[in-house]
């Protein structure tokens, strides 16, 4: 049913829930995997070297959190791909959906966000508004 999933992760508890059930779909439809990381935007005003310093900054935190969602999804039968975007998160993953030509979006229902009782955060609600193909939420 499903061919492109892609997974959506930010280091958070819920994240590492959706590439468990991101997982088990690849599994049981050969789906291949596209796992995708978005890092802020780094004000310009910061100038150089700074900027710089805080891209590779979050390139690295990217890298490591990319690193651990690996470990978490193991082997699959289809192809394994990782993409780190800079800008709001809910846009680099809707872009890259169209893009990629994705046809399941997988992600949790709350990430790193400090807001206690919210049920559902302000990225997975975005997606779920303007996906062009189904959402997994995870919870
Ligand atoms: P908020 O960010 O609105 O304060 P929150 O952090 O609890 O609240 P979201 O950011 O919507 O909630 O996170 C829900 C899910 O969205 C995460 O589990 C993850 O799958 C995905 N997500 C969140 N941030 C990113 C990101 N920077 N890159 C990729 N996926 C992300
Ligand atoms: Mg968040």
Known sequence: MFENILLAVDGSDGAVKAARAATELA??????????????????????????AAVDARMR??????????????????????????????DAILRVAETRGNDLIVMGSRGLGQLAGLLLGSQSQKVVTHAPCPVLIVR
Do not use: M, S
């Not at 596209?34 to 780094?42: K, L, M, W, Y």
């Not at 990217?62 to 978490?72: G, Q, S, Y």
């Open 27 to 52: 599994q049981l439809t050969k789906a291949h995997l596209r796992i995708v990381i978005a890092f802020d935007p780094i004000p310009a005003y910061l100038g150089e070297p700074n900027l710089q």
């Open 61 to 90: 935190e990217a890298d490591a959190i990319l690193e651990r969602t690996l470990k978490v999804v193991g082997e699959i039968p289809g192809e394994i791909h990782t993409e780190i975007l800079e800008g709001p998160a809910a």
